[in-house]
């Protein structure tokens, strides 16, 4: 390594974006030290839904032979009302010169990191990886970052990165303020073995109605047929033992498929959770040596599968410039600040904006406005034209470009610094 850094970043959280932005940096033999609270990866019900732009990083980072294998291509998604059907089908193959992966590849995220932590114990020499170290304080000074962990370790480094997720004690102790809202109603993901593609469903829907909407995808889980998800909001008032409860779960899934063919019978369900949903970014990304990534610098509604997207691409933009450090010598303070000026008004105008725009047409009440924007969409949706512009926002092809054409030096994008909820109706 040619450039004058040697003391390792330490990287805290190893989620999706943690683990994206140490293979970035093994990548290029950066010393890199990647601290895990848990004993292990961690297992839940959460994203399963990669875009094109996401794919192509990935697939940079030497994993894409082996998603490919592992994934549900969906090359085609659907916006569907819950009483009328399909409104509008989009096709990614539109974006077939925009992207070498003109699909969603459907994958669950705790079926990713494996991936991703097997190329770096493989092939990533320079990547240290600790599990059970949970990480208790942070400081920085001119020379560096000093981390303390509950077993009494204490590291330094030369950076520091927070990928630890929503409550990022790295974002504490940044004294950052996550601004935005947090919605009242909690979502429930359910998974049926059920096959919705038999009802002409695309392997990823969206379903209007004011009481019942829903997101449905298919995910690979053990295999081939895989699983059917379907995520909707439940209502705030209602605790969570009840809107779990299988008899509620199957009383929403039949109203939610009612109109679909669905001839009564019980879904077969294999899991089921609930989650509060927010709307919040960062309103800093980096403050000298530490920096944030991922769900610890925002979160959003998962309506558009941006969250999981959006903190792959802030790993592979933040390990490019750490790299540029550690090889070339770039001075940091640069860099930093052009990290937050690309990743942080994007995740604002993009991410923040498409997630609460596409929550708020699925829930729409009034019946004028919803057939308004269903017929919008049906009429982007029937022109090549419109459709690939509709589709190079959805595919988040557009905020990545945008991203990178933030230059260093330039003004800052003028974007609001802070969200407000759409008004209750
Ligand atoms: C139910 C649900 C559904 C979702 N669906 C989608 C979707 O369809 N599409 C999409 O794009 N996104 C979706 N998301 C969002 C997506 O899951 C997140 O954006 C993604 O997990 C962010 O990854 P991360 O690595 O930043 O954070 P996390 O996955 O939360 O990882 C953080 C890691 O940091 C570790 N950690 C925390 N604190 C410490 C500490 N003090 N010391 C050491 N380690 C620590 C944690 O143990 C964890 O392993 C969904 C989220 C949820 C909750």
Same mark, same amino acid.
């Given at each position: 390594m040619s450039g004058v850094e040697s003391k390792? *970043?330490?990287?805290?959280? %190893?989620?999706?974006? &943690?683990?994206?932005?140490?293979?970035?940096?093994?990548?290029?033999?950066?010393?890199?030290?990647l601290l895990e609270a848990e004993p292990d990866l961690t297992v839940d019900l959460r994203a399963g839904s990669f875009h094109p732009p996401t794919i192509e990083m990935l697939t940079e980072l030497g994993i894409g032979e082996t998603m490919h294998r592992e994934a549900i291509k969906v090359p085609v998604w659907q916006v569907r009302d819950r009483i009328a059907g399909v409104v509008a089908e989009f096709d990614l193959s539109l974006l077939s010169n925009d992207t070498p992966y003109p699909y969603?590849?459907?994958?669950?995220?705790?079926?990713?990191?494996?991936?991703?932590?097997?190329?770096?114990?493989?092939?990533?020499?320079?990547?240290?990886?600790?599990?059970?170290? *949970?990480?208790?304080?942070? %400081?920085?000074?001119? &020379?560096?970052?000093?981390?303390?962990?509950?077993n009494g370790e204490t590291l330094r480094g030369a950076f520091l990165v927070g990928c630890d997720g929503a409550r990022s004690v790295v974002r504490?102790?940044?004294?950052?303020?996550?601004?935005?809202?947090?919605?009242?109603?909690?979502?429930?993901?359910?998974?049926?073995?059920f096959d919705l593609g038999e009802w002409g469903f695309a392997g990823a829907g969206y379903i209007a109605d004011p009481d019942n909407w829903a997101a449905v995808f298919i995910v690979p889980d053990d295999g081939p047929p895989g699983l059917w998800r379907i995520a909707y909001g439940t209502d705030p008032a209602i605790p969570d033992e009840q809107v779990m409860a299988p008899a509620s779960i199957q009383e929403r899934l039949g109203t939610i498929m009612e109109h679909a063919g669905h001839d009564a019978e019980p879904f077969p369900l294999k899991y089921a959770s609930t989650y509060r949903v927010h709307q919040r970014v960062a309103t800093r990304f980096t403050e000298g040596r530490i920096l944030l990534a991922g769900d610890a610098a925002h979160l959003n509604n998962p309506l558009?599968?941006?969250?999981?997207?959006?903190?792959?691409?802030?790993?592979?933009?933040?390990?490019?410039?750490?790299?540029?450090?550690?090889?070339?010598g770039a001075?940091?303070?640069d860099l930093f600040d052009l990290y937050d000026r690309q990743r942080r008004p994007v995740n604002i105008r993009a991410v923040q904006s498409m997630s609460i725009r596409n929550k708020k047409l699925l829930e729409e009440r009034d019946p004028d406005v919803r057939a308004a924007e269903q017929r919008r969409l049906r009429e982007i949706a029937a022109n090549p034209e419109t459709a690939r512009a509709y589709l190079l926002n959805s595919s988040m092809i557009n905020s990545v470009r945008e991203a990178a054409a933030v230059k260093s030096g330039a003004a800052p994008m003028d974007v609001p610094l802070s969200m407000t909820k759409p008004a209750a109706k």
């Open positions: 390792p *970043v330490i990287i805290v959280g %190893a989620g999706p974006t &943690g683990l994206a932005l140490a293979a970035r940096l093994g990548m290029d033999d950066v010393p890199c030290i969603r590849l459907h994958l669950e995220q705790h079926r990713l990191t494996p991936i991703l932590l097997d190329r770096i114990r493989k092939d990533l020499s320079s990547v240290e990886i600790r599990f059970d170290e *949970v990480v208790t304080e942070v %400081a920085q000074d001119d &020379g560096g970052v000093t981390v303390k962990t509950a504490a102790a940044m004294k950052v303020d996550f601004a935005g809202f947090t919605w009242p109603e909690r979502f429930l993901v359910a998974s049926t073995t558009g599968g941006f969250g999981l997207n959006g903190s792959v691409h802030d790993a592979v933009n933040l390990g490019g410039k750490l790299v540029e450090i550690y090889l070339d001075p940091h303070e």
